[in-house]
């Protein structure tokens, strides 16, 4: 039997601000921008709105939603605080609302201002899920993602023979993509030396192995299938849909393995509840806070053994063109960082055929993953229906 | 337009919970204490008020032996904080102690190209104040 969430729900609409460093708006008014942009992008009214999941911590509240765009009856309003596995985790609580008749039209929403407000050692203080890492870790000097993933990184290197080379070709790549795309932070060519050359941030991270501190706010709205079917644009449903959340989950230095994030339990769940595998997929938007964190999340969804996601990117397989495009966009490593949500909107661009230059042919079906907070996952398969 | 305030140039210092004091006030008298259970005599790190074995919320701090070996590193190059800017370039090992739980903390007096896993290591006490002493790694 069917999975009973799997097609109940789909992404009727998406939409973004423009990605920026620098910029006179508040998080909420690009939040709301983007919200905007992205019910309108469905065919709805903002009166249309009858489930809201911001971002938290950080942007607005279900408050500010009903305040600005004049919701008359919210029936759901919910935080999923996950950092950078929040906006595809929040995908699953959406797709829940909706397949059981609680809401119709759910809208995800992020507003960041990571550029010209607090940077991301000051964000992060606000965060719960960080409290141990400030008791334990901040005074002996870690605190940064960059820093207290980097350790991953290098056992990851140390055990599988993993090198700056491959990191370098997950940074290229995604910025010859992100060239493709009109609404980047990064629209300049970026080549392997270059990347090599880049400052050490935190080792192994070197600057152009981290994503980027920007400007922008980005919004997706899920809907029940059968309303979107009779909106405005193509029908792209959710066959699958998962979060995982691993050991230790507020101490990555208390975990037996560094290296099992959340995605190991979410990843099999999505799968089997879509009926598809990695073999599957046209194309993945994989969160890339880091170029490490895509190559793990590779191995972790199947597209190649544990210790084997170093060569795996190498070739060309993961370009335009590849066996396994990936962040097709520029991702957070050249786009911008809006946590993810503008992987989910990415995806749902390709399946709709609406990804101009950067169109992976015939695309239709593909997953977007998220990675957040000291290793919590999410993933998402989306299909354009027929 | 909307500005950050700039990072005050403070040294990031533990808050002891009410779980987790025994283990500062263990570092002030420059003994490693962790916390076990007493009922299934497991052991855990960081302090928290459940067992995740047994559920016994009874518990006691004991000194535990304070060698280990590498697990992992990273070298800090970039301060995320402005007052660890004098001292980037930085090494933080983590560290699989002796006695079961993993401490993150600089590494001291090892070059990096001397870094790999297993190598071993001890902890080691520095005072930063009154109240609070931090853990640093040495080589054994």
Request: aromatic share 8%; with cysteine; charged share 20%.
């Amino acid at each position: 039997m069917a999975h009973p969430l799997r097609e109940k729900a789909a992404v009727s609409g998406i939409g973004e601000t423009a990605y920026t460093r620098g910029t006179p708006k508040s998080g909420l008014a690009l939040q709301l921008e983007a919200s905007l942009a992205a019910i309108a992008d469905a065919g709805l009214s903002p009166r249309d709105i009858d489930g809201v999941v911001p971002y938290f911590p950080g942007g607005g509240i279900a408050e500010d939603f009903i305040a600005n765009l004049g919701l008359p009856d919210l029936k759901l309003s919910l935080f999923v605080p996950m950092g950078g596995a929040t906006c595809v985790a929040a995908i699953q609580s959406a797709a829940m609302a909706v397949a059981t008749g609680v809401c119709n039209h759910v809208l995800i929403a992020v507003g960041r201002t990571g550029y010209s407000g607090a940077r991301v050692s000051t964000r992060l203080q606000q965060f719960p899920q960080f409290a141990l890492a400030a008791e334990f870790e901040a005074p002996i000097g870690m605190f940064a993602p960059a820093q207290l993933y980097a350790q991953g990184a290098r056992r990851h290197m140390e055990l599988y023979g993993t090198t700056a080379r491959q990191f370098a070709e997950v940074a290229v790549v995604t910025r010859r993509h992100a060239i493709l795309n009109g609404n980047v932070v990064m629209n300049k060519p970026l080549t392997v030396e270059e990347h090599h050359a880049s400052r050490m941030i935190a080792d192994p991270f070197r600057l152009f192995d981290c994503s980027l501190e920007s400007d922008g706010g980005a919004a997706i709205v899920i809907s029940r299938a059968d309303r979107a079917r009779d909106l405005r644009k193509p029908l792209v449903t959710i066959m699958g849909v998962a979060e995982g959340h691993p050991e230790s989950p507020a101490s990555i230095a208390q975990r037996p393995d560094l290296l099992e994030f959340g995605l190991v339990k979410a990843a099999p769940r999505a799968y089997s509840m879509a009926g598809v595998g990695p073999t599957d997929m046209d194309l993945a938007e994989i969160y890339d806070c880091f170029t490490f964190t895509v190559i793990r999340q590779l191995e972790i969804l199947g597209f190649c053994k544990t210790g084997e996601g170093g060569p795996f990117v190498m070739d060309g397989r993961i370009a335009l063109g590849g066996d396994l495009p990936i962040n097709t966009h520029g991702g957070l490593l050249s786009q911008g960082h809006v946590v993810g949500l503008n992987h989910a909107i990415e995806l749902t661009r390709q399946l709709r055929g609406e990804a101009g230059k950067a169109q992976v042919k015939d695309a239709e079906l593909g997953l977007v993953t998220g990675y957040g907070d000291m290793g919590d996952g999410s993933i998402a398969i989306l299909r354009r229906a027929a | 337009m909307s500005t950050a305030p700039a990072p005050a140039p403070e040294r990031p210092l533990p808050v002891p919970t009410r779980e987790s004091q025994p283990f500062w006030d263990g570092m002030r008298e420059g003994r490693f204490m962790l916390q076990h259970c007493s009922s299934c005599g497991k052991v855990r790190h960081y302090p928290r008020p459940v067992c995740p074995h047994c559920f016994s919320m009874d518990s006691e701090f004991r000194e535990a032996p304070t060698g280990g070996m590498i697990h992992t590193w990273t070298v800090c190059h970039h301060p995320f904080n402005f007052f660890f800017k004098q001292a980037a370039p930085y090494i933080v090992a983590l560290v699989d102690m002796d006695a079961g739980v993993r401490v993150n903390a600089p590494l001291r007096g090892v070059a990096e190209a001397d870094l790999r896993i297993g190598k071993r290591v001890k902890l080691a006490f520095e005072p930063i104040n009154k109240e609070v002493t931090l853990p640093f790694f040495v080589s054994e």
